[in-house]
């Protein structure tokens, strides 16, 4: 699981807790700080095995989520930024899917956006989409936060990793 992070600190703990409450057992997260001046690297540290925590200079979030892939050792990759969290059973939802079906390279779940509080807010960007229409209904606009998609490495290394380039709509 992967956690880019950038003067995020004040969040960073709630979502490294978020995965470390999945019902779904995480051996790693790694926590990419992409220059962060805020106090992110002990927010990481206080937290040990199974943290990794990686500082790199700011490149932006490809970057950050690319040092995050090339750095996991994981069969599965999930990205979940440090302003976001999961419930308990997103992980326990999704790898059971990709363990059974070894030709899925991908597979999502649904989201809430939240406010500050945790309050949901009205707007749902995820929805049920057939599998021969995911690329033509993406063509037409992103419904798939990356918080949303675990990922098999073997993905990663086939596609390739986020164009680094690219500073807004990158997972896009």
């Known amino acids: ?18 995965i470390l409450a999945q ?6 997260i790694v926590v990419v700080d992409d220059g962060s001046t805020d106090h992110t690297p002990k927010v990481a540290a ?9 500082r790199q200079e700011n490149h932006g979030l490809s970057a950050a989520r690319n040092a995050g892939i090339r750095t996991a050792t994981c069969e599965y990759i999930a ?22 079906d070894p030709t899925l ?3 999502y779940g649904g989201c809430q956006f939240v406010d500050e509080q945790g309050n949901p807010l009205p707007q749902a960007t995820t929805r049920v989409v ?7 209904t ?27 380039s690219l500073r807004a709509s990158e997972d896009w």
């Not at 019902?23 to 790693?28: C, L, M």
């Not at 206080?46 to 990686?54: E, F, N, S, T």
């Not at 440090?82 to 939802?93: E, Q, R, V």
């Not at 057939?130 to 033509?136: E, L, R, Y």
């Open 46 to 54: 206080r937290y040990g095995q199974p943290v990794r925590y990686i």
């Open 79 to 100: 990205l979940l930024d440090a302003d976001d969290l999961w419930l308990p059973d997103f992980l326990a939802t999704l790898v059971p899917q990709l363990d059974t």
């Open 138 to 164: 993406l063509i037409d606009g992103n419904f798939l936060p990356p918080l949303a998609v675990l990922t098999r490495k073997s993905v990663f290394d086939k596609a390739g990793l986020f164009d680094e």
């Open 130 to 136: 057939p599998p021969d229409q995911v690329h033509d």
């Open 23 to 28: 019902t779904y057992h995480v051996s790693e």
């Open 1 to 18: 699981m992967i956690i880019p992070c950038f003067n995020q600190a004040r969040y960073l703990a709630q979502a490294i807790d978020s």
């Open 105 to 107: 390279g991908a597979v």
